[in-house]
């Protein structure tokens, strides 16, 4: 019977060529996005050193951010991941957590100007805001491959061929997640180091 479906398909474009295509494209925006990802997290150290240095009373922010980096980086990121909707949301929510303690860490320099005019400082915020960038970038692209491949998966009459050989539909970042994670942390290299003002850090927690 099986046979049969299959000899049918093949006769009216079964969809499998697509199916490989599409399959392997989303394993490739995925590679981008873990790389991104990745870099990102690099410059995490060398950002949390150099703010160390100059804002010794944001132990809180500093600590967020370093434990929100380990647990990202502590992730299995395979493509196996996609295929589990439950790990994909895992990967999300730490992601989405790390984006947000990095956003902290960048609002408490705004009360170091010291912090603000440092060369090293500035140049790990640009850095990290062409990453954020490039992640958008590659969200995206990945966003849409897999778009175009659930809608072969679910379509007729590829979505014989997809049950045939095993191809099911692939997670996607929710638009909850989505949110969240495309507001890249502020980056201001326009503005002026403000003057200190008494009691800003008591301000900052």
Excluded at 54 to 61: C, G, I, K, R, S
Excluded at 73 to 87: G, K, R
Excluded at 154 to 170: E, I, V
Aim: charged share 20%; hydrophobic share 40%.
């Amino acid at each position: 019977m099986m046979l049969a479906i299959l000899a049918l398909l093949g006769l009216s474009g079964c969809g499998y060529n697509a199916l490989q295509s599409q399959d392997e494209q989303i394993k490739a925006s995925w590679s981008e996005v873990v790389n991104q990802y990745q870099r990102r997290a690099d410059l995490i150290p060398n950002l949390v050193n150099t703010v160390k240095g100059y804002a010794t009373h944001e132990q809180d922010v500093l600590t967020q951010v370093t434990q929100a980096r380990a647990a990202a980086t502590s992730l299995q990121v395979t493509p196996e991941v996609l295929n589990d909707p439950a790990a994909f949301a895992k990967f999300q929510a730490a992601q989405g957590a790390l984006s947000g303690a990095l956003s902290r860490l960048l609002a408490v320099s705004e009360n170091y100007p010291q912090l603000k005019a440092d060369a090293n400082f500035r140049d790990l915020q640009a850095q990290l805001e062409g990453t954020e960038n490039r992640i958008t970038v590659a969200r995206n692209r990945y966003i849409q491959s897999v778009q175009e491949y659930n809608v072969t998966v679910r379509s007729f009459p590829s979505n014989l061929t997809a049950t045939a050989f095993g191809y099911k539909t692939k997670a996607n970042f929710s638009v909850e997640n989505e949110k969240e994670i495309s507001k890249p942390p502020m980056v201001d290299f326009k503005s002026a180091p403000a003057k200190p003002q008494a009691g800003a850090q008591e301000q900052t927690k």
